[in-house]
Structure formats: C-alpha cells, structure tokens
C-alpha cells in the first residue's frame, strides 16, 4: 500500500470492459498486455485464434483475430518491442506473427508432431524463441 490509503483506494477500477465474445465457445488460456503499454493487450483461445485488443483511446475493440493454427492455442507471448508475438498450438506448431496487421511471419512445426504447450522468447534476443511440447508418455 501507498502511504496510509487504503485497499480500495490504491485499486480505484473506473470500470470492468469485455472485450472477448469471439471466444464464447472455448476457454481462453492466456491474457497478456503488451511490453510498456497499458492499452494493448491479446488472449489466445483453444478455438485456435488470438485476439488483439485495444483498450484506449475510445471503446475496447478487437483490433483483429490471428488465425491460423488447426489446434488450440495454449500459450503465446510478446516479443520486446511488441512488434511480433509467438504462439504455441495443440496442432503441434509454432508460429510468429505480426499484430500490426494479422500476417504469420512463420510455421515451425514440432519434429515429433508433439501438442505444444507454452512458448516465451528470450528476453535479450528476440530471435530466440523457446517451446516446449506435451511429454511422449504421460507422467506416473
């Protein structure tokens, strides 16, 4: 807490926004702002798309829906600069897109065909992008 305020105070909401109808028939796994700004965020969905969103100026919007993926999406992140985001798919695939304007930049499937779970990049080296995939026999 800052000071002597309070709980409510230091959390002063001006109001809830729902901006996620597009996934109403699958779970949303994931919802992440963007690196350094309060007004853009994405959320991936086991529909097999990500939604990026803006939250100011104006009303929440969907600004698009990234699709592409023939699984669900369990995980993605954004990369530093905001400019690309990774994701990882139950179709055993990896992608890079650009958010500006919805393109994949690239497909990299899994050697093994393998689920993919969760995906990060390297925080000093965003051409490094880590994933892992979903165990070959399930764990005792």
Known sequence: ?????????????????????????????????????????????????????????????VLRVLRGHGGGVADFAWSLSNDVLVSASLDGTLRLWAPADGRCIRRVPDPDGAALLCCAFQPLNNNLTVVSDAPATPFP
């Open 1 to 61: 807490m800052a000071g002597d305020t309070t709980l409510s105070e230091n959390y002063a909401f001006a109001g809830v926004y729902h901006v996620f109808d597009q996934h109403t028939d699958s779970a949303v796994p994931k919802v992440q702002f963007a690196h350094d700004d309060r007004h853009l965020l994405a959320c991936c969905s086991l529909d097999g798309t990500i939604s990026v969103c803006r939250l100011a100026p104006g009303p929440p919007a």
